[in-house]
T-cell receptor, first 114, second 112 residues
Framework: KAGVTQTPRYLIKTRGQQVTLSCSPI?????VSWYQQTPGQGLQFLFEYFSETQRNKGNFPGRFSGRQFSNSRSEMNVSTLELGDSALYLCASSGGQGETDTQYFGPGTRLTVL | TQLLEQSPQFLSIQEGENLTVYCNSS?????LQWYRQEPGEGPVLLVTVVTGGEVKKLKRLTFQFGDARKDSSLHITAAQPGDTGLYLC????????????FGKGTSLLVTP
């Protein structure tokens, strides 16, 4: 089975721009979660989607949004980029129906905001 | 607010030494996971512990979940250079769905 894929792997943007990141989960997985990883804060949960519905949301401003398509692929969007948004953005997929369901992470998208 | 505190933050040891990494919280978790992450890659799951007091072994790695399900430890015996990486613990709080709370990680360097 192919793993979780994320595109693009690297991205450079300037302040004020917006960006869209994409995540393709493992085939058959219906849950996709997004995390932001920075040296100072570590990994922080952004949101989780299951069957095209946002099921859980972390403590991030409304500039961060996401969606999930019927094929379980997910996108996240960040509008009005700030320097502090520079981070590694990771998505993780899982079956989505068990309390201790394993989450499998993709390689991440490295976003740099100049 | 960091729900999970990991210690130590950095660890540099020589090949063959033993080490223990700790993950502590004041919150109860329905499960706790340990990941290893290498530069430029996403975290890779090592183990999931679910039951209080549970001990799991993965070759030279031993994982323990505290009786109260608030803390965990990872012990590596006879560390090897291939063990180098960032070790992360992550907990699923009860009724939090798939929102994992991560510690900031322990960066381990094993030199030959």
């Amino acid at each position: 089975k192919a793993g979780v894929t994320q595109t693009p792997r690297y991205l450079i943007k300037t302040r004020g721009q917006q960006v869209t990141l994409s995540c393709s989960p493992i085939s058959g997985h219906r849950s996709v979660s997004w995390y932001q990883q920075t040296p100072g804060q570590g990994l922080q949960f952004l949101f989780e989607y299951f069957s095209e519905t946002q099921r859980n949301k972390g403590n991030f401003p409304g500039r961060f949004s996401g969606r999930q398509f019927s094929n379980s692929r997910s996108e996240m969007n960040v509008s009005t980029l700030e320097l502090g948004d520079s981070a590694l953005y990771l998505c993780a997929s899982s079956g989505g129906q068990g309390e201790t369901d394993t989450q499998y992470f993709g390689p991440g998208t490295r976003l740099t905001v100049l | 607010t960091q729900l999970l505190e990991q210690s130590p933050q950095f660890l540099s040891i020589q090949e063959g030494e033993n080490l223990t990494v700790y993950c502590n919280s004041s919150s109860v978790f329905s499960s706790l996971q340990w990941y290893r992450q290498e530069p430029g890659e996403g975290p890779v799951l090592l183990v999931t512990v679910v039951t209080g007091g549970e001990v799991k072994k993965l070759k030279r790695l031993t994982f323990q979940f505290g009786d109260a399900r608030k803390d965990s430890s990872l012990h590596i015996t006879a560390a090897q250079p291939g063990d180098t990486g960032l070790y992360l613990c992550a907990g699923a709080a009860e009724n939090s769905g798939y929102a994992l709370n991560f510690g900031k990680g322990t960066s381990l360097l094993v030199t030959p």
